[in-house]
């Protein structure tokens, strides 16, 4: 679920407390939180909803001046299904300070050796290679980045978000740089020669 930098401030708020959108299913589930820029929206109720249920209420709640301009933004589709999503709050990103965190100790390279031996299981020393690779080439687009490491940009880029579930990795507007905690972590793989 992609939510908009004025919907974000709006929640940040608490003007913004609603969102509709037609899908499929949800993509996104009560009780978890959904990270953003400005730090995880934590989601509430996600229900099916009567678009004739929607009210000049609701749509000041999802930052909508009425009822007709939320409809009017929301996606056609007549096989998708109308929700109603809740949000209650936002929380901070905890990647973020994680990221911070250069002094790697041997608890902490023990647990990302092994989580790098799991992933790589298939192709030995493939996420290693992309802290190299990041590393050598900050603010490179991705789609340049996965050519060289030989690999789909979508794998590419689903392979740097676990990356940077660890707090290894930042995103920028053009591909990526290492945060402290990825610098120290490629030290160690030189050192290790890993």
């Known amino acids: 679920m992609l939510l908009k930098q004025a919907t974000l401030e709006g929640i940040a708020r608490g003007d913004i407390v609603l969102a509709f959108r037609r899908w499929q299913r949800p993509t996104v589930i009560s009780g978890t939180g959904l990270r953003t820029a400005i730090g995880v929206v934590r989601i509430g109720a996600v229900e ?3 678009e004739a249920a929607i009210s000049d209420s609701d749509a000041h709640a999802a930052g909508y001046a009425d009822r007709a301009a939320l409809i009017g933004d929301l996606r056609a589709g007549a096989d998708l299904t109308l929700y109603r999503i809740a949000f209650d ?15 790697l100790s041997d608890a902490d390279w023990h647990a990302l ?10 192709a030995p020393g493939y996420f290693p290679s992309i802290l190299r690779l990041i590393g050598q080439n900050p603010e490179m687009p991705a ?7 030989g690999v789909e940009k979508l794998k590419f880029k689903q392979d740097v978000r676990k990356l940077k579930e660890l707090g290894l990795t930042e995103s920028l507007a053009t591909g990526y740089r290492l945060s402290p905690r990825g610098g120290a ?4 793989l030189r050192e290790h020669r890993l």
Do not use: C, Y
């Not at 709050?89 to 250069?102: H, N, P």
């Not at 050796?113 to 298939?122: I, L, N, V």
């Not at 789609?143 to 490491?149: D, I, N, T």
């Open 89 to 103: 709050g936002i929380e901070a990103d905890t990647r973020l300070a994680l990221r911070q965190v250069a002094d």
């Open 185 to 188: 972590a490629l030290e160690k």
């Open 48 to 50: 099916p909803v009567d």
């Open 113 to 122: 050796a092994a989580r790098f031996a799991k992933w790589d299981s298939a």
């Open 143 to 149: 789609a340049v980045l996965a050519e060289r490491l």
